[in-house]
Structure formats: C-alpha cells, structure tokens
C-alpha cells in the first residue's frame, strides 16, 4: 500500500484483503488494495506481476452480498463503482480513492489474443474476486 500511497498521495485510511482461490482449476490469489488520496485516484489492476491495460473482467459479473449491502457491476471497475469505492461520486470530504488490484494465477487463459480478457470458468473464482474487493 505504501506504492499506492506515493502514487496517489497520502490522505487517510486504507483497506487490504487477500483472498487464496482457484482460477480454471489452478491456485490463484487475489490481492485487493484501497487507500484515500488526497486526490482522485483511479484503479489499477495487475495480472501476474504485470498490469492489464484494461480491466480483463470486464466481461464477467461480480457480486457479493454483505450485512445490508447487495454490490454489483460488469467487471473490476463496475463492481468499485457500485460499491461507491470509484467514480466521480467517491470524491467526499477532500478524499478520492485509489484501487489497486492483483491477480496472480498459475495457469491464467485469455479468451482473445491480445490477452486482455481473462477467461473464467466456474463461479468460486469471480465469488471470491468480489469477497476481496
């Protein structure tokens, strides 16, 4: 989080979580980190150590129920949106956020050749991708 701090500015709390998963029936592990800035931050997702230029769920949709909240969205970007952690409506009182997520898998398939969507069979992998964010 320190990296995301210096990124982005430091400007208050922060969230990690860690999530051990499977992804196409290989170990994967999901990373989740969120800071507020002191600025609007933006979200940045990383797959196996090297960042994606677009979000490679985007096709996928998350959602996870906790306490009252119900959040969903197509996606990484779409699920931070719902859940108010990204978009133009997050920026209150002089804070914005930033996101960093990683994905690390031992066997991560692509459904295009330029690798920039991830394939995703089963549902425990998008299930726990939503838990971590």
Not at 31 to 55: K, M, Q, R
Not at 85 to 105: F, K
Request: aromatic share 8%; proline share 4%; with cysteine.
């Amino acid at each position: 989080m320190g990296s995301l701090r210096r990124l982005c500015g430091n400007g208050g709390r922060s969230w990690y979580k860690l999530i051990k998963t499977q992804l196409n029936g290989a170990p994967a592990v999901v990373e989740a980190a969120i800071v507020e800035t002191e600025a609007v931050g933006g979200a940045f997702i990383g797959l196996n150590h090297s960042p994606t230029y677009a979000d490679p769920l985007s096709d996928s949709y998350l959602s996870h129920y906790s306490g009252n909240d119900d959040v969903s969205g197509f996606g990484v970007r779409g699920f931070l949106q719902d859940a108010r952690a990204l978009g133009p409506d997050h920026y209150e009182g002089g804070y914005g956020t930033a996101v960093a997520v990683h994905i690390t898998a031992a066997a991560p398939t692509t459904t295009d050749r330029g690798k920039t969507q991830l394939s995703v069979e089963g549902d425990e992998f998008e299930e726990d991708l939503a838990k971590a964010l």
